[in-house]
């Protein structure tokens, strides 16, 4: 089940796709069709598939999108998943709002979505703004996310860093829910391996360092599908040191501390 599905029109396609690579590098696991779509049949059964079953659904509007009427069946179709309490929305204005008000394609659903919605809004000349803001919701209604995949260097170690954060707060402290696992699976080796690939990085054995303010319940979860395949260091703020939570045979010690000059190397 993906956790973003995409929604957006073919001429839009080059900033959706930016925001596709930049949400996955941040571990969301958005949908695209163009990444996502069986090189078989049944094209219009897969979109609606992953539509009704993503739990957050973006989009793209533009004088593009409501020109198009692919894009209107998705937004009948994400109104039906929100009566349903199936998905919410998080709405992209590639457009201004005055231009895609005026035009005369433009019709009362997409004037009530944006009226109801805290609407992001596209800079040319800052497109990376797109991928922040649409993340930065995501999480927000999820409670807890990741930032961007880091590649950094301290002494001689070359890791990749993973920061976090949670959003809920109670009494000043911030928390999960009991189920959040249910709710929130995150493959991060997959995401990792997929960077890799992307990058078309060397080296598929790198430690990974995990950096942000979570429960012991929540690391050890997160640092299981690595054992035996990677070392885990874990980021602590007090002491403002990498301890290695994890060593594979023949590399860093397991609870030896790494400090120092810490580069970022992308």
Request: one cysteine or more; charged letters at 20%; proline letters at 4%.
């Amino acid at each position: 089940m993906p956790t973003a599905f995409l929604s957006y029109a073919r001429e839009d396609a080059e900033i959706v796709s930016q925001t596709y690579s930049g949400l996955r590098a941040r571990f969301i696991d958005a949908w695209i069709d163009q990444e996502n779509l069986p090189r078989t049949g049944g094209l219009h059964r897969n979109i609606l598939e992953a539509l009704q079953n993503s739990k957050y659904v973006v989009l793209f509007i533009s004088k593009n999108f409501i020109t198009s009427d692919y894009c209107k069946h998705e937004v009948d179709q994400t109104i039906t998943n929100n009566i349903q309490g199936k998905s919410s929305n998080i709405v992209v204005l590639l457009d201004s709002i005055d231009n895609i008000k005026k035009h005369n394609n433009c019709y009362s659903t997409i004037h009530s979505i944006i009226d109801n919605n805290n609407c992001i809004l596209f800079d040319p000349n800052n497109p990376d703004i797109i991928i922040n803001e649409v993340a930065t919701a995501i999480n927000q209604k999820k409670g807890f996310g990741f930032n961007k995949i880091a590649l950094k260097k301290i002494s001689d170690i070359e890791f990749y860093e993973i920061t976090f954060d949670i959003f809920n707060t109670k009494d000043g402290k911030k928390f999960l829910p009991e189920n959040f696992l249910e709710k929130n699976k995150v493959d991060i080796c997959s995401f990792i391996t997929e960077y890799e690939n992307n990058t078309k990085n060397s080296s598929h054995a790198l430690p990974v360092a995990f950096n942000g303010p979570i429960p012991n319940w929540l690391l050890i979860n997160m640092t299981l599908p690595f054992l035996n395949r990677r070392s885990i260091f874990i980021y602590n703020a007090m002491s403002k040191k990498y301890i290695c939570a994890n060593a594979l045979p023949g590399d860093t010690d397991t609870g030896k501390f790494h400090t120092g000059s810490v580069l970022s190397l992308n």
